[in-house]
């Protein structure tokens, strides 16, 4: 039995940029600590942080009921108006977003002030993609799917300027995008937002799950990036498995010879990862 783990598997730099200034902020301690919404997509991060006294709120109207403390900015950003709402209520900030993102944030502010028709490659309702929502000034549209990009249509005489979600499929992203240009709108600038570390783990896990008899993704139930590499690897691999803890791996599934391939989403643990690849290491 051959396994194959993928080098880009695990925390992504913003994942855990995110995750460690939550710690920082446990270590000097302001108060009680919330995050706004989970810091990031992985429910076994957020239940440690949660043993350590740190608290997810679900929205704006739990954010209302805060007196004091520190509020983290999730990994994924958020609109605009929660910082503004956070600066009002006078609590402690701290932006945890990933840089990636902001970048995101500043483009769709600038684009969208200059009377630009805003659209967003991504999946509509993901944390993420109602951040970026969150600092147009103007019409916003988010499409996600080939149907979607056939459907829209961009208000007469306005500039159109395309963004995508970050964690978003490289390939799907390409297709939509055809699709928007072939309707021949005037003037369309076209922003490849998909950070360079998604890029590579798809990349890499469809080539490890182009020559595996077995491919093993591990990520949370609610990881949009850990999806899409769900995705791309069962299309190269019929026996795709997609776990979110050991306790999910069924041994059984997998082949007593040839080679079993692990990727991992960016919000996974590294010690996750590692206990996997031992597990089905000293199984066979």
């Known amino acids: 039995m051959e396994v194959v783990v ?55 109207e739990e954010l209302c009921q805060v007196k004091e403390g520190t509020i983290i900015i999730r990994s994924h950003g958020v609109p605009r108006r929660i910082y503004t709402r956070i600066e009002e209520m006078g609590l402690h900030m701290v932006d945890a977003t990933c840089p990636f993102v902001k970048k995101i944030h500043r483009i769709v502010e600038e684009r969208s002030a200059a009377g630009d028709e805003i659209v967003i490659i991504g999946n509509d309702g993901h944390p993420e993609v109602e951040g970026i929502k969150g600092w147009a000034d103007g019409p916003v549209s988010v499409i996600g799917t080939e149907e979607e990009a056939e459907k829209f249509h961009a208000q007469p005489g ?17 297709k939509l995008v055809e699709i928007i240009l072939k309707m021949r709108y005037d003037t369309t600038d076209v922003m490849c937002t998909i950070c360079s570390a998604t890029e590579e783990r798809q ?7 182009s020559r595996a008899d077995c491919m093993i993704v591990i990520g949370g139930t609610h990881s949009s990036n850990t999806r899409k590499l769900f995705e791309i690897c069962k299309t190269e691999c019929a026996n795709t498995l997609y776990i979110q803890t050991m306790k999910d791996l069924d041994i059984r599934l997998l082949p007593s010879m040839g080679c079993v391939g692990i990727t991992a989403g960016a919000s996974t643990p590294n010690k996750l990862i590692e206990e996997v690849s031992k597990h089905v290491r000293n199984e066979f």
Do not use: M, W
């Open 203 to 209: 990349s890499e896990a469809r080539t490890i799950a």
């Open 6 to 60: 993928a080098k880009t598997a695990g925390f992504c730099f913003g994942v855990k940029r995110a995750v460690d200034q939550v710690y920082r902020q446990i270590e000097v301690g302001q108060g009680p600590i919330y995050t706004y919404g989970p810091i990031i997509h992985n429910e076994e991060v957020v239940r440690e942080l949660a043993e350590k006294g740190v608290r997810v709120l679900n929205g704006e």
């Open 158 to 174: 306005k500039h159109l300027s395309v963004v995508s979600q970050t964690t978003f499929n490289y390939k799907k992203f390409d």
